[in-house]
C-alpha cells in the first residue's frame, strides 16, 4: 500500500499539508488522497495499487482507494446538496506568460520597467 501522510491543518482554511514518501512527493489540499493519487498517476503509478491516508503516528489509513480510481475522481460540495465524488476533469491555467523573469496570468499583462 502506499503511504500518503496527512499532516497539519494549513491557516484553518480545511487545507493539509500531505507526503508520500515512497515518491517523494508532497503537497498542500483539500482533498489529500485524491491529489496524491492524481501526483502517482502523472509519475507512471501502478492505478491498481492502492493508497491510503494515514494520520500521523497511525498504522491504520483513515480512506483507501486504487491510485486509478483516485486520480479520476474529486469531490463536489455544491452550496445546496449533498457533497458526493463525482469525475475530475482537468482545469486549463489561465493563459501564463513567463516574460522578463516574472508571471502573469491572463491577458492583462503588462511588463513592469525597471
Given at each position: 500500500m502506499i503511504r500518503v501522510e496527512c499532516g497539519e491543518e494549513v491557516n484553518r482554511h480545511g487545507k493539509w499539508r500531505w507526503t508520500c514518501p515512497r515518491y517523494a512527493l508532497r503537497g498542500v489540499s483539500r482533498q489529500?488522497?485524491?491529489?496524491a493519487c492524481r501526483e502517482i498517476r502523472r509519475m507512471g503509478g501502478d492505478p491498481k495499487e492502492i493508497a491510503g491516508l494515514f494520520r500521523e503516528a497511525r498504522s491504520v489509513p483513515d480512506l483507501t482507494c486504487t491510485v486509478g480510481w483516485g486520480a479520476g475522481h474529486t469531490v463536489i460540495e455544491p452550496d445546496r446538496g449533498r457533497i458526493h465524488f463525482a469525475k475530475w476533469q482537468a482545469k486549463p491555467?489561465?493563459?501564463?506568460?513567463?516574460?522578463?523573469?516574472?508571471?502573469?496570468?491572463?491577458?492583462q499583462f503588462r511588463k513592469q520597467e525597471p
Amino acid at each position: 500500500m502506499i503511504r500518503v501522510e496527512c499532516g497539519e491543518e494549513v491557516n484553518r482554511h480545511g487545507k493539509w499539508r500531505w507526503t508520500c514518501p515512497r515518491y517523494a512527493l508532497r503537497g498542500v489540499s483539500r482533498q489529500p488522497l485524491l491529489d496524491a493519487c492524481r501526483e502517482i498517476r502523472r509519475m507512471g503509478g501502478d492505478p491498481k495499487e492502492i493508497a491510503g491516508l494515514f494520520r500521523e503516528a497511525r498504522s491504520v489509513p483513515d480512506l483507501t482507494c486504487t491510485v486509478g480510481w483516485g486520480a479520476g475522481h474529486t469531490v463536489i460540495e455544491p452550496d445546496r446538496g449533498r457533497i458526493h465524488f463525482a469525475k475530475w476533469q482537468a482545469k486549463p491555467m489561465a493563459m501564463i506568460k513567463l516574460t522578463g523573469g516574472q508571471i502573469a496570468q491572463t491577458g492583462q499583462f503588462r511588463k513592469q520597467e525597471p
